[in-house]
């Protein structure tokens, strides 16, 4: 096998689970709709400064729509992420629906009601991902460019971040978030795409030397991002969705074009840490795969990422 699209994959197993796999309740209904994990890291980036411990929630990929994800389901999840007490939140896009397996949309302001509870100290803030531009609040819903998106985030109270950064302090220590606009955000030919991000415009807005956290939906930029960032954090992936062995890392090499998926990566002492999401695209099915809120602690020390669920 050569190609194996993910429209394909995902359409495949949705196809085998409405023709009754004895897995199909588990994989449509109790793994996306019921379960949630908390997924935890703590990373210790080069540079990073002694006495600033930093600990962030990450939402990704909620993909809102019914019955799979309601606004009642996304509430639920900002209440988790409230509970961890987090010194701040970030939300990494894809907030519209990916998929046409559904009852019916949920709009802008019924998910950003239910986001307006989140609370973190420093504040909320997000990108837009791919989904967020295509198209409305599902696809085969007439899009606005992300306009629809973005209302519903200002209307929540969360700072949308498109090609910019923000000087943040905890205590007297500070520190930078930057967060880039899509990089798919306009379909031109298969697998191919004209992005709005622009990385360069975007960090040379950062004007002193405190540490930078990258906000960015896809991860496919990070061969580009300097080790001047201390911490990438990316959505879109979804950890692969459905995470088989043997047939999932033959599906992400053919679709991502790389293997890095979930996680947490370093590279040449440079980090990314690629959420699960919570939401599907495609096709409504996560198998070994389950949704996630990301809690992560930056810190200065020695000491690896170890994540829990």
Request: negative net charge.
């Amino acid at each position: 096998m050569t190609f194996l699209s993910r429209r394909l994959f995902l359409q495949g197993l949705g196809g085998l689970t409405v023709a009754g796999m004895a897995s199909g309740a588990y994989a449509t209904v109790i793994e996306p709709g019921l379960l949630l994990d908390v997924t935890s890291y703590k990373v210790t980036p080069p540079r990073w400064p002694q006495g600033l411990e930093l600990k962030a929630a990450v939402l990704a990929d909620i993909h809102a729509c019914e019955p799979w994800m309601p606004a009642s389901r996304v509430r639920s999840i900002a209440e988790v992420a409230n509970a961890l007490s987090p010194d701040i939140i970030f939300l990494l896009g894809d907030f519209n629906g990916g998929h046409k397996f559904v009852s019916g949309p949920v709009m802008p302001d019924q998910w950003a009601e239910a986001l307006s509870i989140l609370e973190a100290p420093l504040g909320v803030y997000a990108v837009l991902g791919n989904h967020d531009i295509w198209h409305g609040a599902l696809p085969g819903i007439k899009g606005d460019e992300g306009d629809g998106v973005r209302r519903g985030l200002r209307h929540a109270g969360i700072t949308l971040l498109e090609n910019e950064a923000i000087s943040l302090r905890k205590g007297d220590r500070s520190f930078w978030v930057a967060g880039l606009g899509d990089q798919m955000a306009q379909p031109a030919g298969r697998h191919h795409f004209h992005g709005m991000d622009d990385l360069p415009a975007t960090l040379a807005k950062i004007n002193d030397d405190a540490p930078v956290v990258l906000l960015a939906h896809e991860p496919f930029l990070f061969h580009r991002v300097p080790s001047r960032v201390a911490l990438t954090l990316c959505g879109h992936t979804h950890g692969g969705q459905v995470n088989l062995p043997f047939i999932s890392p033959i599906y992400e090499r053919a679709n991502f074009g790389t293997d890095k998926v979930y996680g947490h990566i370093i590279e040449n002492d440079r980090h990314m840490i690629i959420s699960g999401g919570l939401g599907t695209s495609i096709a409504p099915i996560r198998i070994m795969r389950p949704p996630e809120v990301v809690s992560v602690t930056l810190t200065s020390g020695s000491g690896d990422s170890k994540p829990t669920a």
